[in-house]
């Protein structure tokens, strides 16, 4: 790792209380009426997915910090920047479920979308519930009465459970005055009732309202003096010991069984829990008074996330859209005849990620395809990119997979299709242990007549900002490259020659790698716009990106604004640089974007004396990607796909006044909005307006 100074501690925003701003701007969506009603309900449920994972690894780390007694950071003790957190995160909550309950389900109800309340059930509803309840859940779900037989259960990491406070003796004379009921995972956790029973096009009630209205059922001739829902969250991070590793598959098999049961890190509550029960609670999950959250409504509001599916009102959620082809290609286009006549660009979601499928697709089943190489990071359980390549390796051809088996939360997926495409015949490696494999390329060996009567084989490669997972390239911004430059797809070789075999890594000609080169070409880049500035030429940088955390590359980026470089950073999450500061960074202007589409690409441009050097990259500037992860850092060296870039990828988002959020020096954001009579300007909307097939091509949308 190069030398580089590095950033004061004090010159830096704390990373876990940026996340947590990234959340109030997430929330701030579910809050903005411009929105479609139930797509504010997503918000709100992304917020609660995103805090969980905030728990099981963010604060799961800074409990082990305290556990350890770690050294402080900036000045400030771990257990003065636990309870920092804390305190945001208690208050993220509180506005949470204020803005559920005092804005968002009230405004479903006038919609005909209601959430029945136990305690105004009709005769007709609750004879319907009890219905469901007897066939439905009684059959399946197992009440544990807590006695010296039976101790309190062990509880899955994330799981709904019901505390029950009982009175009275059952069939064998036990008086215990608790028991333990968990919600199966196998019941819908939102059940849609007939129309005709709720009087509303749509309505629904909770399991958590079922079990409650009948749980003295599963507990015969005994009083139910309370029941209380709840919810543990745990430390899920998984930790593989290097030396002691054999098998890194079947180890992290053995780790993802226990990953469910890993210390607790938080207790949700319903705020109707009595106080002994509560206590009770809190004393079996050994947490303190601050790491329980009482909230005024269901538990998990991740449960909510299902019901737009559920509801037919496209007036209520955003337009559909038909991600369209670039204008270089034809829809019956030859693509390796496209690829070899030039570049072709794909921006995500506005055109489509179909042509990578097509070019795999016709890469299966071309025979003078003689090989397939790819990585994994993300790709889902269900993919078609990954039945491709088990078609391509069951007919005979080379194929080598990279499975990147740490992806967090995707490792059980990655492990199947791990084994699947073993069993086909594909070679799958699992990169560099202690290496995630984050770079997310493709290659395709072809021969091909060369002229002469000759043959000789020709490489087509596809390199991305984002996952080979079809599903969120509807939902997540991204670019795609294809190319046959064959001074590009030589570097692409030799990173899979560094993944699959052994070897000292070589300097490649384009490609700027993790964890090599990346790091020292990023700030030799910025320093390159530093020495023009101080010699009186134009220094000039933009760049966008998920998160902004590595120390030396801030300060690198410090001493360019000092020596008067502009510097336009669009960072979407997490960002410790301040912004602002007078004699610091005064010339570095940081804003973020959360709109309908999650912003995940990564473009970095440099001036260059006017000759502007564009990278697209799969890694942010974090420390994890620069020296703890493989990622590439690619050019876009076609003048015409340059402009595109910059075009689509970066001048949108600097115009943006409605989706836009401005950084402060102190690390709160701003949201911008339009000056007095000045037009509107949303990135996201730009670009579905610019980039998408006209909205008559959307099966079922009006013309």
Known sequence: MASYPLASPDQLINRELSILAFQRRVLAQAADESVPLLERLKYLCIVSSNLDEFFEIRVAGLKEQIRQDAALDAGI???????????EVHDIIAEQYRLLNAEILPSLAQEGIGFLRRSLWTEAQRAWIHDFFVKEVMPIVTPVGLDPAHPFPRLLNKSLNFAVELDGKDAFGRSS???????PRALPRVIKLPAELTGMPNGFVFLSSVLHAFVGELFTGMNVLGCYQFRVT??????????????????L???LLQRNYGNA??????????RPMCEFLQQQFGLEDNEVYHVPGIVNLVRLMFVPDKVDRPDLKFPPFQPALPRSLNKHADLFAEIRAHDVLLHHPFQSFEPVIELLRDAADDPQVVAIRMTVYRTGT??????????AARKGKEVNVVVELMARFDEEANINWAAKLEDAGAHVVYGVFGYKTHAKMMLIVRREDTGAGTTGLRRYAHLGTGNYHPRTTRFYTDFGLLTANEALCEDVHQIFKQLTGLGRAEELRHIWQSPFTMQRKVIDAIRAETRAAAEGRKGRIVAKMNALMEPQTIQALYEASQAGVEI????????????????????????SIVGRFLEHTRIFLFHADGEEKIYLS??????????RRIESCFPILDPRLKRRVVREGLKPYLADNTQAWDMDSDGSYRRRSPRANAARHGAQDTLLAELCAPAAEVPGTPA
């Open 234 to 251: 745990r430390n899920s991070d998984l930790f593989v010991d290097e030396e002691e590793v054999k098998d890194l598959r079947k180890t």
């Open 253 to 255: 098999q053995g780790e």
């Open 568 to 591: 336009d950073l669009i960072v979407r999450g997490a960002c410790a640089l301040r912004p602002g500061v007078a004699g610091l960074s005064e010339n570095i202007r940081v804003r």
């Open 177 to 183: 005055n608790a028991a333990i009921v968990q919600a």
């Open 77 to 87: 003790s771990p257990r003065a920047h636990y309870e920092a957190v804390s305190n």
């Open 382 to 391: 269900d993919s078609v990119l990954m039945e491709q390549l088990l078609r």
């Open 618 to 627: 799969s890694a942010d500037w974090m420390d994890r990607n620069f020296f």
């Open 265 to 274: 890190v938080r207790l949700e509550v319903a705020d109707n829990c009595s």
